[in-house]
Structures are given as structure tokens and as C-alpha cells.
């Protein structure tokens, strides 16, 4: 389908003028009012756009499978949806797993592991990989969120739609970086071979742990409004733009700890930027996905 002359000069003045998005949001508005909702739809537009800040939440629940389709069902859910919380508590709390001065995060952990039949026979059992990316995602989300019963479901929600869907991904997500930085700077690529640092980027904590951590919230909201709706290998080109971001100061370093260590610390004054440059990245060589990237 071509596209509009008309609108791309309308988004390009909102833009310019500091107005990005006021039609995205009259869209996705026209699209919450369906009933029921149109999980494809809303897919495609988490895809295309930034989700506005005051309907992330129900989109992301949608998304997720935490809220059905059937505005109807909305309310039975969600109050069903907290009893489900109080009784994980309760039952973590018996067994003394948890206490009031329990961390939010091993609360929800314990309650993970718990729904999961993972829960270890004492709590001074040693994390797996899958516990540490859900301590670190659920570190994030309860920032984002403003209640526990929300974060907990959201977390748990993610953190299976991740390892269910993309799982198998993940350990071809450094080569996919590698094919894109040639693609894109092989001059910067064959430093970091040089330096032996392609091996020791911090790998976990962008594609494991999904930025979270890493990134300043506005910012690792619109990375996982693209995980959330169907597109893991953002990650890929988020992690790539840092690199390119940040390349006069990493062909500056001849060590890859010296690499590694920047990368753990990066400057967060810009990071909007970045992932505004990841996407158009991303865009350019994915597409706009309507399903599972």
C-alpha cells in the first residue's frame, strides 16, 4: 500500500514542533474501543509506534494475556487476578519463605517459582539463569508499576512469554549482531575482533536481561513495548546502536575489559536517542513485523 503524502508531512510537523505521536495516540484510542479488543491489531500498532504512557499498562496486560480481549471480563479478572497474589503470598508466608521485610522482587520470585513447582527446599538455594533475568526484569517493572499485584503478573507474564517464544533466539543473538555491525560499521567490527572483545560484551544484560537495568525507564519501556507485542531481535539493534553511539570511545580502548567495563556503565543522558536510532535500525532491516520476529 503507498503511503500518504499527506500524513507522512502531518507526523513529520508534530515531530519537528514536539508533538511526535498525537495521531498514534488518536489511533490506538480508536482501537481500545473495540469490544472486544483486537489483539492482532494492537500487536501491529506496538510495533509501528510507541505505546502512550497512560495506556501501556492495559495494553501490555492484553498483550500479555493478563487482561482477555472482552472489556466484560475485565473486572472478574483483575479481582480474580488479586486473589490468585494474596493466596501465593499467604502460602509463601506459611511456609516461611517470605516475610514483611522480604524484598518486593524475591516476593515475586518466591511466587514465580512457587506457581512454577521451583520453589527450592530452602531460600539460601543458589539462583538459576531464568531466576536472575526475572529478579532483573521484576526489578524494572516495579518501578513502573503502582501496585504489586500488577508488577507480579506483568513479570511473570513476560518472563514466560520470553523464554516460551524466544528462548531458542537467544543464543544466536551475538552472530545476528556481528552480520548487522559488518553491515553497518566493519571497521568498528573488526576493532572490537581485534581487541578480543566480541566475546565479552555484556550479552546477559541486554538480550537475558532485556536492558532491564541498564536502561532508563522511558527508554527500556519502548524496547519492551517491542518484545511485549512480538519482536525480541530489538534487542539486537539497540545493542547495536550503542555500539555505533559510543564508537569514538570504543576504538579509542585496545582492551576488552577496558570495552566490556564502558558498556556495563554507559552514559544514560541520550539513551532516548539511541533507541529512537535502534528502531529506524530495526525497521530497516526486520520491517515492520505484524507477528513473532
Known amino acids: 500500500m503507498a ?62 494475556g493478563i487482561l482477555p480481549p472482552h472489556y466484560e471480563s475485565h473486572a472478574a479478572v483483575v479481582s480474580f487476578r488479586k486473589e490468585q497474589y494474596q493466596d501465593l503470598l499467604q502460602a509463601l508466608q506459611v511456609i516461611r519463605f517470605v516475610e514483611d521485610s522480604t524484598p518486593q522482587v524475591w516476593v515475586y520470585l518466591r511466587m514465580y517459582q512457587l506457581e512454577c513447582g521451583t520453589l527450592p527446599r530452602r531460600p539460601s538455594h543458589s539462583l538459576g539463569p531464568e531466576d536472575k533475568m526475572l529478579m532483573a526484569i521484576a526489578e524494572a517493572m516495579d518501578e513502573m508499576m503502582e501496585n504489586d499485584v500488577d508488577s507480579y503478573w506483568l513479570v511473570k507474564c513476560f518472563v514466560k512469554q520470553f523464554y516460551h517464544k524466544y528462548g531458542d533466539s537467544l543464543p544466536h543473538f551475538p552472530k545476528s549482531l556481528e552480520h ?47 518484545v511485549i507485542s512480538g519482536s525480541c531481535k530489538i534487542l539486537v539493534f539497540v545493542a547495536m546502536e550503542i555500539l555505533l553511539t559510543f564508537k569514538m570511545k570504543l576504538m579509542a580502548m585496545n582492551k576488552a575489559e577496558s570495552i566490556t567495563q564502558f558498556l556495563l556503565n554507559v552514559p ?26
Open 3 to 64: 503511503e500518504d503524502p499527506q500524513r507522512n508531512f502531518r507526523s513529520h510537523y508534530y515531530e519537528k514542533v514536539g508533538f511526535r505521536g498525537v495521531e498514534e495516540k488518536k489511533s490506538l484510542e480508536i482501537l481500545l474501543k473495540d469490544d472486544p479488543l483486537d489483539v492482532e491489531k494492537l500487536c501491529t500498532f506496538a510495533q509501528r509506534y510507541p505505546l502512550p504512557t497512560m495506556y501501556r499498562t492495559l495494553v501490555w496486560k492484553v498483550l500479555l
Open 180 to 226: 548487522y555491525l559488518n553491515l553497518e560499521d566493519s571497521k568498528l567490527l573488526a576493532h572490537l575482533h581485534t581487541c578480543s572483545a566480541m566475546t565479552k560484551l555484556p550479552y546477559d544484560v541486554w538480550f537475558t536481561h532485556c536492558f532491564a537495568g541498564y536502561l532508563p525507564e522511558s527508554s527500556l519501556q519502548r524496547v519492551w513495548d517491542k
Open 268 to 293: 544514560q543522558e541520550n539513551t532516548d536517542a539511541v533507541i529512537s536510532k535502534a528502531i529506524d535500525l530495526w525497521h530497516k532491516y526486520v520491517g515492520t513485523p505484524m507477528h513473532s520476529v
